[in-house]
């Protein structure tokens, strides 16, 4: 078969997609892979046809967190984006469909995916790392955990879904009549096939889902070590304990100084690897004791680490736990509070930190609870049983039966 896969979104979106398709090629399929340029590393690396899609996530969002409306501006900037440049995604999408016999869908291209698969009478596959399919388990992860009577867990994925389509059908309805000369819809596509790049360890069993709706375990690396680290990160690592890795990967429009000196000042001297991400480096000078990495890949990195303080996101979660250690989550937006929640009832991490309320003792309480040793054991048994799942090759096998029906 050959497959369109789309997404757009920052590298945890992109990643886990690239190692999907690499699993599809390597299953005999043709596969290309549109996304976020700045993304497409993974891919490159993995051997798999790719196409940057128009737009520069860092640039513009970088600019907007200047103007000081801080995580706010970040988050409504990235659909901004999308928004902006919904016609160029429809017309390069539906150019690549050419010749396809499905196509993959998801991050904020999603609905042109839809659209382009609407157009092309080619069946279509919704891909995800965050669910957002309606459950009574557990509200929408968009939505503060815990805040959602029970009664109403389905209901808050109907609200969600709706507001994120009123955001962007009028774009989506100008680029389906002005680039496909398609009418416009008027609601959400329905009955449409999901499968989630999801550990089941990590979600809760869900009986109220449709059956072709399937968490398949994370999209990641079978063999991590193919990677090496640089002889200057090799020499620091074999330079004492295992560190804390210290990251917020593509959060933006907190006050870095602030965040920076008071989880440091929690770590009180312990060995840290931090990845500036989009933040950048603070201006404040770095002690001897912190080692300053580029773009890591998690699952090669992570089981070299004693501890993971990170901002909750799918991927650098779902990695962290694989790697059997424990976790800090400091979530800034969107699921990332939904993905802290679910370290702290699994007891690999303490309840999420706040950017906004760095009191010192409530960092070492977390920072103690964190490294106990049954938090350790907990992590470590965690990581155990996330090993033995492989998502992209189930994910695979869900696609292929899906597309023989």
């Known amino acids: 078969m050959k497959l369109l896969a789309l997404t757009y979104g920052t590298e945890g979106d992109t990643r886990p997609l690239s190692m999907l398709c690499r699993g599809l090629i390597d299953a005999g399929h043709e596969v290309i892979l549109l996304a976020y340029a700045g993304t497409l590393g993974s891919a490159q690396a993995l051997g798999v046809p790719h196409q940057g899609l128009e737009g520069d996530i860092q640039s513009e969002v970088t600019a907007l967190v200047a103007s000081g409306n801080g995580i706010r501006a970040a988050s409504s900037g990235l659909a901004g984006i999308a928004m902006r440049h919904t016609a160029s995604w429809m017309r390069q999408a539906n150019n690549a469909a ?21 157009h092309r009478q080619l069946p279509l596959i919704g891909t995800g790392m965050i669910p957002i399919t309606p459950t009574r388990a557990f509200a929408s992860s968009f939505l503060p955990p815990n805040h959602v009577p029970s009664l109403l867990n389905r209901l808050s994925y109907h609200l969600v879904n ?45 009986t109220d889902w449709p059956s072709n709706h399937h968490v ?49 000042k929690m770590l009180d001297g312990r ?48 990695s962290a736990c694989c790697a059997g250690v424990p976790s800090l989550v400091m979530p800034f937006a969107a699921d990332q509070f939904f ?23 409530e960092l070492v309480a977390a920072l103690a609870f964190a490294e106990q040793a049954q938090t350790r054991a907990r992590a470590a048994a965690l990581g155990r049983q996330m090993m033995s799942e492989d998502g992209v090759i189930n994910a695979v096998r869900h696609i292929e039966t899906l597309l023989r029906h």
């Open 98 to 118: 050419e010749g396809c016999d499905a196509v993959l869908s998801g991050g904020l291209a999603a609905f042109i995916g839809m659209s382009v698969a609407e």
């Open 162 to 206: 709706q507001l994120i389509w009123r955001q962007f059908r009028r774009p989506i309805n100008q680029a389906r009549t002005q680039v496909l000369g398609m009418p416009p819809r008027h609601s959400l596509w329905r009955d449409v096939p999901m499968l989630y790049g999801i550990s089941p360890c990590l979600l809760p069993a869900i």
């Open 216 to 264: 398949c375990g994370q999209w990641r690396a079978q063999d991590a070590q193919t990677w090496s680290p640089s002889p200057a990160l090799q020499a620091f690592l074999d330079a004492g304990e295992r560190p804390v890795y210290l990251g917020f990967g593509s959060m933006m429009g907190f006050d870095r100084e602030v965040v920076l000196a008071g989880l440091l």
């Open 271 to 318: 060995r840290v690897l931090l990845f500036p991400g989009w933040a950048g480096l603070p201006k404040q000078p770095l002690p001897a004791n912190v080692h300053v990495i580029g773009n890591t890949p998690h699952e090669a990195l992570f089981p070299r680490t004693s501890l993971v303080i990170h901002h909750g996101g799918s991927g650098t979660t779902h």
């Open 339 to 361: 993905w802290a929640d679910r370290l702290q009832k699994l007891g690999v991490a303490p309840a999420a930190l706040s950017a906004k309320r760095l009191q010192h003792g």
